[in-house]
């Protein structure tokens, strides 16, 4: 199981950009990439998927580079909304087990 | 996207009786569920991995005689509390997936907040 490692937590103002790292040296080849956001008391919300390279949706960007031992959640302008918990999970099908790290707290201050 | 349905979102219940959780994946087949449970400002830990039709895989630490899991069908799974007590009082939460390909995601349910008094 690829273990991933984040920062504890992270502080921002509204309107910034704000990138958010974590490493997973031991990915497999057939791994995935997975960043989750997570409020109080809610189930994680998926966020962006990516394998290799770059992935971007309405909401995030996700970079991988070539080794993909590490991936960067990019988060453009955030708001004070944005302030949450936010995973980065490493998985591949076949029902193998998902396992949580600690997760990056993201403060967002007006 | 996926929707995952959890039901209780919360619960209270005395101390020494069970409590059920469901868990269904609306709009497709899960083939694996996962279940965890979250103490506060913590992260999620693994309980137990259930496939559907077969028993589930627990992890080290968890109680399989006191967390009974059943995966009947592939829209439905539950967690069932028994002879609850107060430190079994946390935030349990499932997810699934249709684990069909390899980059499937996993959605999750929106957590049911157990209290045992």
């Known amino acids: 199981l690829a273990k991933t490692t984040q920062p504890i937590s992270m502080d921002s103002y509204e309107g910034q950009e704000v990138n958010i790292t974590c490493s997973h040296n031991?990915?497999?080849?057939?791994?995935?990439i997975t960043w989750y956001q997570q409020f109080p008391s809610q189930g994680p919300r998926f966020i962006i998927q990516?394998?290799?390279t770059k992935v971007t949706n309405e909401v995030a960007s996700l970079f991988i580079p070539a080794d993909r031992k590490s991936s960067t959640l990019s988060l453009p302008r955030v708001s004070l909304s944005d302030t949450a918990v936010y995973y980065c999970?490493?998985?591949?099908?076949?029902?193998?087990?998902?396992?949580f790290g600690a997760g990056t707290r993201l403060f967002v201050k007006a | 996207g996926a929707v995952v349905s959890q039901h209780p979102s919360w619960v209270i219940c005395k101390s020494g009786t069970s409590v059920k959780i469901e868990c269904r994946s609306l709009?497709?087949?899960?083939?694996?569920m996962f279940w965890y449970r979250q103490f506060p400002k913590q992260s999620l830990m693994l309980m137990a991995t259930?496939?559907?039709?077969?028993?589930?895989?627990?992890e080290q630490g968890v109680e399989k005689d006191k967390f009974l899991i059943n995966h009947a069908s592939l829209t439905l799974s539950t967690l069932t509390v028994t002879s609850a007590h107060p430190e079994d009082s946390s935030f349990y939460i499932c997810?699934?997936?249709?684990?069909?390909?390899?980059?499937?995601?996993?959605?999750f349910g929106s957590g049911t907040q157990l209290s045992v008094l």
């Open positions: 990516g394998y290799k």
């Open positions: 999970l490493v998985r591949n099908t076949g029902g193998f087990k998902t396992i």
């Open positions: 709009d497709f087949q899960a083939t694996t």
């Open positions: 031991n990915i497999a080849t057939n791994d995935y």
């Open positions: 259930s496939n559907e039709g077969s028993k589930a895989t627990y």
């Open positions: 997810s699934a997936s249709g684990d069909r390909e390899a980059n499937e995601k996993l959605f």
